[in-house]
Structures are given as structure tokens and as C-alpha cells.
């Protein structure tokens, strides 16, 4: 068997330089970089784009894992106050107000888009009244809520009040 052999000072600190790092940009670059890959989007004109009003009318036209087709006409608004205080209490009366340190992710996520989309959906389709209680529903849940934070956030940026 092979023994290993003491390095001196020398072979230890040579050892430990980073050498392998030494390649990389300056920082100077790589800030330029991550700008140009974050730059902001181009300008939309929140007149032409219907995402800019508020309410906003959505169709939806989604299939699930198994392929059956969920179809339907959503409305929302941009929520108010009220509207994200109590869609907070709704969701923390969902999860039995345990704190949220001791919920899983998917529990939380689900409370959370059951809550807002209860106080920001102003008109739903028959089959979403009561999302709870769609069989293998989480999914279709996530897509719905989806179009409503697209619907949000295009609002907050480039919405007239």
C-alpha cells in the first residue's frame, strides 16, 4: 500500500490557489452580461394588449394529464387590499392556520391559489366553483392561476388604474 507523503508549505499553498477560477470574467463583464439577459422586455402598448385593462377576460383552453379538455371564460381583477387580505385569511383558515414553516410547498401553494383566485375571479366556469374537489385538480389549478399572476403582473407594469 501506498502511504501518502507530507507536502511542505509551498506544495500546500500552490495547492490551495483557486487556480481553477482563474478564467473567469471580471466582474465587470459578467454584470454587463447578466444586464444584457435581463434587459427589459420591449414596450407594450397596454391599449392594444387586453391585459392592460382591468377587469380582464381570459379563455382558457387546457388538457389534463389524461387529455381531457378543460374550456372556459375566466374574468379577474387586479386584486385590492381587501382583496390579498382576505384571500391571507382564507388561506391560512385552508392550511388550519398552522404556521407556514411547518407546511410543505404544495400544501401552502395549493391554499394560496384556491384564496386569491376565490377574491380575484369575478366570473369561472361551472367546473372551477369549487376547485377543492377537482380529482387530480392541482395541476389544472397551477394553470389557471397561472394566466391570473400573467394577468398581475402585466397589469402592475403597464395597467391604467
Known amino acids: 500500500m501506498e502511504t ?3 507536502m511542505t508549505a509551498d506544495e500546500l499553498v500552490k ?3 483557486p487556480s ?7 466582474t465587470e463583464m459578467l454584470k454587463e ?3 444584457k439577459t435581463l434587459e427589459k422586455p420591449k414596450e407594450v402598448d397596454p391599449e392594444k394588449d387586453p391585459r392592460g385593462r382591468n ?3 381570459f379563455a382558457f383552453n ?13 374574468t379577474t381583477h387586479y386584486p385590492t387590499p381587501m382583496d390579498i387580505i382576505k384571500a391571507g385569511v382564507m388561506q391560512s383558515t385552508l392550511t388550519g392556520s398552522v404556521p407556514k414553516e411547518s407546511l410543505d410547498a404544495l400544501t401552502d ?3 394560496f391559489i384556491v384564496s386569491r383566485c376565490t377574491f380575484c375571479l369575478d366570473k369561472r366556469p361551472d367546473w372551477f366553483k369549487d376547485p377543492l374537489n377537482i380529482v387530480d385538480g392541482i395541476p389544472l389549478m397551477q394553470a389557471v392561476y397561472e394566466r391570473v399572476s400573467d394577468f398581475e403582473q402585466f397589469f402592475r407594469l403597464n395597467g391604467k388604474a
Open 62 to 74: 387546457w388538457k389534463d394529464s389524461r387529455g381531457k379538455p378543460w374550456l372556459g371564460n375566466f
Open 4 to 6: 501518502q507523503q507530507a
Open 55 to 57: 377587469p380582464y377576460t
Open 33 to 35: 452580461k447578466v444586464e
Open 20 to 26: 481553477h477560477l482563474a478564467d473567469l470574467e471580471s
Open 109 to 111: 401553494e395549493i391554499a
Open 15 to 17: 495547492r490551495m490557489v
